[in-house]
């Protein structure tokens, strides 16, 4: 990805080095959690009117730690969330953490350029998240939460959280390597806070009181899809930038292929067993942000009409 020397994002908050995740437990472990149809036309990307979405956590969470990534989805009370950024004597000061910072600012403006545009041409004003870096752990609006929770959207504060370890993992023990499968990561996570803006986070937390856990697994594999097809639109509107290179998309690709439900599963367990999927299966999340990528078009997410 053609990212250096471009403009960095202003919403982003370093807090690492500054510890946290000590106070509430795991933000999956809270109750009242949550577990994503269309429209078209308002310009070349497409309407937001129709946008349905929730948020949900990446599905490597679920293979990390056993646990039901839905639960995140809680938006109620919590811990208090640090309140002010690390000073530059704490945060880690190496090149490469130097470099990553960076990169993240860079994709999150590109990001903030693309949902400006497309909730401008519905004549709405598109409130950007911040974007959180930790280190080990860190305090949220949906709990608490370490490392190994891996990137996530707390609907709670409106905030993007990241330990920039995960990025290691994602290439050693995931097997996704490359600046935009990085960038992917964060385009997914942003595209839970489109969802979350767009009113249907207390549409599915009032529809999940009601529903099994297995019909709420269901609905949250179609909440991830649609996120993942929102990070598609987002790598289209990249291309039309100039900012991809060669094998950028394909890099993409096999992120959404190696965090798919059934190979982490098979990877952990040996085995998947479909009806616990709360994310969606390679082939599913590869051929959603694919469909973004082609289209260009928020309005084409529609992952509720019909089959996955």
């Not at 090149?95 to 990001?111: H, M, N, P, Y």
């Not at 409130?127 to 891996?150: E, I, N, W, Y």
């Not at 990025?167 to 942003?190: C, K, M, N, S």
């Amino acid at each position: 990805m053609k990212w250096r020397g471009r403009q960095q994002s202003s919403n982003i908050e370093d807090r690492r080095g500054q510890g946290g995740g000590g106070l509430g437990g795991s933000p999956f472990g809270r109750s009242g959690g949550f577990r994503l149809p269309t429209g078209g036309g308002g310009g070349s990307r497409g309407g937001i009117g129709s946008i349905i979405g929730i948020v949900v956590v990446l599905g490597i969470i679920w293979a990390l730690t056993g646990t039901n990534p839905i639960d995140i989805l809680t938006n109620g009370g919590g811990t208090t969330t640090s309140s002010t950024a690390n000073s530059s004597s704490q945060v880690p000061t190496s090149g490469e953490e130097a470099e990553l910072r960076d990169f993240v600012g860079v994709v999150v403006k590109e990001t903030e350029d693309l949902w400006t545009e497309v909730f401008a041409q519905q004549n709405e004003t598109y409130p950007a998240p911040k974007v959180v870096l930790f280190s080990g752990g860190v305090d949220t609006a949906c709990g608490a939460a370490d490392s190994s929770t891996g990137p996530f959207y707390c609907p709670g504060d409106e905030q993007v959280y990241i330990d920039l370890s995960f990025y290691d993992q994602l290439r050693e023990q995931f097997g996704a390597p490359g600046d935009f499968a990085q960038a992917y990561v964060l385009a997914h996570e942003i595209g839970h806070h489109v969802q979350n803006i767009t009113g249907v986070l207390p549409e599915f937390n009032q529809r999940r009181a009601s529903m099994s856990t297995e019909e709420a697994n269901a609905y949250s594999v179609r909440v991830e899809l649609q996120a993942d097809c929102y990070a598609g639109v987002w790598a289209n509107s990249a291309g039309q930038e100039d900012l991809l290179d060669n094998g950028d998309i394909e890099e993409a690709l096999n992120a959404a292929e190696q965090i798919g439900d059934d190979t982490l599963q098979k990877r952990m367990q040996g085995f998947a067993v479909p009806k616990t999927f709360n994310h969606g299966t390679s082939a599913q999340r590869k051929d959603w942000f694919e469909r973004g990528y082609t289209s260009g078009n928020p309005g084409d997410c529609d992952t509720f009409s019909g089959n996955v």
